[in-house]
């Protein structure tokens, strides 16, 4: 069974019917990418998924449960964390509290020290700038604290949007370093990413959104192969 199954989604933003009837899976311990252009209607797909924005029909099931109008609390509590595009991190707080801010929804203090010490292991930065004020931080390190701040929840799954805009080439390298690394400490990632190809590399199968609906799907590899793929995404 997927872990997570959408289901004829369909979203609309006042009268625009922006996210037309997609279904896809995402199975447990997978990089699975979602590419498109800019308007394609991923980030509202991330949205409904979290429960940031309410579906018109269709099916969200996470573990099993159908999740479509919980709020995001209780999405969160059940293991699913959002890394959102443009990071939106607490500009005015802590390193330290916008990462404990990320357990918001634990109670188990000993883990939430642990996951503490596994976020400052995978990001040193972090624990050397965990009392600097968290918007003097460079974009790099606010993407960072950003992901870090996901898995202070212990997620089973991680949503990430657009995790490499505006880095740097070495940094956008970084990113996806860490992303491998979440996926082999057994987070399962759905990834919206503008640099199809970086997300094409590192996923196990990618869906290609376009105006709202799902054109192709398939093993990522074979989708950098595709013609209209490397054409539309890839620059080829």
Do not use: C
């Not at 447990?28 to 308007?39: D, H, K, P, S």
């Amino acid at each position: 069974m997927a872990m997570l199954e959408i289901r004829d989604l369909e979203v609309n933003y006042g009268a625009i019917n922006a996210i037309k009837k997609i279904s896809f899976d995402v199975n447990e311990g997978e990089v699975i990418a979602l590419i498109g252009a800019n308007g394609a209607g991923k980030t509202t797909t991330l949205h409904t998924i979290t429960g940031l924005h309410k579906a018109r029909a269709g099916s969200v099931m996470f573990m099993g449960k159908d999740i479509i109008k919980l709020p995001p609390h209780k999405i969160v509590q059940m293991g699913m964390a959002h890394v959102p595009e443009g990071r939106r991190i607490f500009q005015q707080l802590s390193v330290y509290k916008n990462l404990t801010l990320g357990a918001f929804t634990r109670k188990d203090k000993k883990g939430v020290e642990e996951s503490l010490a596994r976020v400052y292991e995978r990001f040193p930065r972090l624990e050397e700038r965990k009392r600097q004020i968290a918007g003097t931080l460079s974009g790099g390190e606010q993407q960072m604290l950003a992901m870090g701040r996901a898995l202070m929840s212990d997620p089973k799954i991680i949503l990430m949007d657009e995790p490499s805009m505006g880095l740097s080439p070495l940094l956008v390298e970084e990113v996806f370093r860490i992303i491998r690394d979440i996926k082999a400490g057994g987070t399962t990632v759905l990834l919206v990413e503008q640099n199809a190809k970086k997300a094409l590399e590192i996923a196990d199968r990618a869906y290609v959104l376009e105006t709202g609906r799902i054109t192709l799907r398939g093993n990522a590899k074979e989708l950098m192969n595709d013609d209209s793929v490397k054409k539309a995404y890839l620059g080829e």
